[in-house]
């Protein structure tokens, strides 16, 4: 019925069975953006908002989400990754987000590669929203990826 591989031949939900997949190194990288007002972005900068240090908490918080990926999203399957990096740069107008994740398995990584990103962005807005309620969060997608039957893939 359908080329989606998360659907049935009737076109129910499924999860995909990867047991026949050879295991091979995988790896993703997404990123996003939080737009901010300057001053915002100066008490993230200087980690002098009024809940301290928003990266240092925005990383763990994303790298946590990354290895919690299977039970946010239904069908996803729950990975023994390898690694997780969240890494932050900042831009004229706020905070852009890089994660990346990896691991040797049957299955792909961009989805814990998205969860660490949006994540650590919902933390920014989270540690700093007493400053400013109106930042944006933008701009999330996949960057990279590696690995498995379909090989490489960049974003342009």
Known sequence: MSKLTHLDEHGAARMVDVGGKAETARSAAATGHIRMAPDTLAAVRLGS???GDV???ARIAGIMAAKKTG??????HPLALDAVSVDFAFTDTGVEVTAR???T???GVEMEALTAASVALLTIYDMAKALEKGMV???LRLLEKTGGKSG???AE
Do not use: D, N, Y
């Open 105 to 107: 398995g049957r299955t």
């Open 101 to 103: 994740a990896s691991l």
């Open 49 to 51: 908002g009024p809940k």
């Open 152 to 154: 490489e893939w960049r």
């Open 71 to 76: 039970e946010l999203i239904p069908l996803c």
């Open 55 to 57: 990266l240092a908490v």
């Open 137 to 139: 969060i933008e701009h």
